[in-house]
């Protein structure tokens, strides 16, 4: 088996087409890297791994190897923000990959550069548990005001009352029960009306029925359901 020789390889990567990355690429070159490579026009919002060049360096298999240090003009060029760079060294520093960034002058390398990004780990977390300290605070406080979380409901009151009226209206004229194909219809027509789903107007029929206290026993609506004065039609 070759014995695999050590690396420097230069990464350098700009936002958009029109940038340059001669500046970077004459720094990494100043810096002794054997290879360089790049990724033009690629947003640093994008993560480490979906970027074209540089996830194929991070691939364990045709990227980076044991000895290989990955070089960069600033820690920005990796990521924008902590979470990307304490997600991607780790990974390098677990297999033997070194990291260096120039501008910030840290070194994996070395005992300093390694205490240097343990320091940033450090500072990621507790960015990370602040953010989720007052998220916890924030929904705390919005509950004891009775705040409704998730997506506004389309069931409102009008609704409720419009299926139950339409089912009762129909409910006069028979016996026992509507016919469901003519609730169906009226109800097809009430979604229409409010611009919600049909099966949102049987849920609003069925929250209406849980209100009165009148059981939803899969019939739709019964006999009994009428007022005492109805006068039912045969």
Known sequence: MQKHTPRLVGYARVSTDAQDTRLQLDALARAGCTEIVQDQGVSGTVAPGKRPTLS???DPETGLQRGDTLVVWKLDRVGRSLRDLVTVLPDLMDRGIGFRS????????????TLMFHMFCVFAQ?????????????LKAARERNVKFGRPTKITPELVKAALDAASNLAKHRAQRPDKINLERRFTELAEQASVSVATVWRAYKQGLQEQGRPDDGRHVLSRDLPKESTLVE
């Open 56 to 58: 194929k360096l991070l």
């Open 102 to 113: 120039l501008t910030e002058t840290i070194d994996t390398t070395t005992a300093a550069g």
């Open 126 to 138: 507790f960015e990370r548990n602040v953010i989720a300290e007052r998220s916890r605070a924030g």
